[in-house]
T-cell receptor, first 113, second 115 residues
Framework: EAQVTQNPRYLITVTGKKLTVTCSQN?????MSWYRQDPGLGLRQIYY???????DKGDVPEGYKVSRKEKRNFPLILESPSPNQTSLYFC????????????FGPGTRLTVT | AQSVSQHNHHVILSEAASLELGCNYS??????LFWYVQYPGQHLQLLLK??????LVKGIKGFEAEFIKSKFSFNLRKPSVQWSDTAEYFC?????????????FGTGTRLKVLA
């Protein structure tokens, strides 16, 4: 089944404790992206990647890191999480053709205390 | 600055009522436009998209949207809503057609359809 998977789905952590949220897609998509969703703010793009070893900042990259060492994986790293990073995170992927319509993962709900 | 504005944050309709959700964007260059939908407890999924050609596009489940370039708008419509259309709807834009690959989403519209 074609899908984007994220792990973990739920995470509660403490301020400053490094964490990684994994994202994997099995559709051979070149483009991958991370978003955070907050009430009243919609989805905001954190980082995106056009292909392996190519990443670019979205609108809200501060406090996050990404890497794209393999085509199928695009992990999101929070080196020192803070409470303002409490949010619902989505990973998405697409082919690099025409419109770049995206396929989304199920989301990861992160709480930083 | 790049932005997407969705005018209605919450909409409540009765079944069979007509729906129109507004979306205006500011991006620069040639754009691709999307409506994504998030049903309760489900992934975000594509409802419809515009990237070229006929500015009136049809999507899944009877939805359609019209791209009006002069108004920078991409409003979503459905002539008769159903209870199962209850969801959150997001308008989005990217500039892939002009070499800009950042995605901008609107803040979303929560639609509740009363049976």
């Amino acid at each position: 089944e074609a899908q984007v998977t994220q792990n973990p789905r739920y995470l509660i952590t403490v301020t400053g404790k490094k964490l990684t949220v994994t994202c994997s897609q099995n559709m051979n998509h070149e483009y991958m992206s991370w978003y955070r969703q907050d009430p009243g703010l919609g989805l905001r793009q954190i980082y995106y990647s056009m292909n392996v070893e190519v990443t670019d900042k979205g609108d809200v990259p501060e406090g996050y890191k990404v890497s794209r060492k393999e085509k199928r994986n695009f992990p999101l790293i929070l080196e020192s999480p803070s409470p303002n990073q409490t949010s619902l995170y989505f990973c998405a992927s697409s082919f690099r053709t025409d419109s770049y319509e995206q396929y989304f993962g199920p989301g990861t709900r992160l709480t930083v205390t | 600055a790049q932005s997407v504005s969705q005018h209605n944050h919450h909409v409540i309709l009765s079944e069979a009522a007509s729906l129109e959700l507004g979306c205006n964007y500011s991006y620069g260059g040639t754009v691709n436009l999307f409506w994504y939908v998030q049903y309760p407890g489900q992934h975000l999924q594509l409802l419809l998209k515009y990237f070229s050609g006929d500015p009136l596009v049809k999507g899944i489940k009877g939805f359609e949207a019209e791209f009006i370039k002069s108004k920078f708008s991409f409003n979503l419509r459905k002539p008769s809503v159903q209870w199962s259309d209850t969801a959150e709807y997001f308008c989005a834009v990217n500039g892939a057609a002009s070499g800009t690959y950042k995605y901008i989403f609107g803040t979303g519209t929560r639609l509740k359809v009363l049976a």
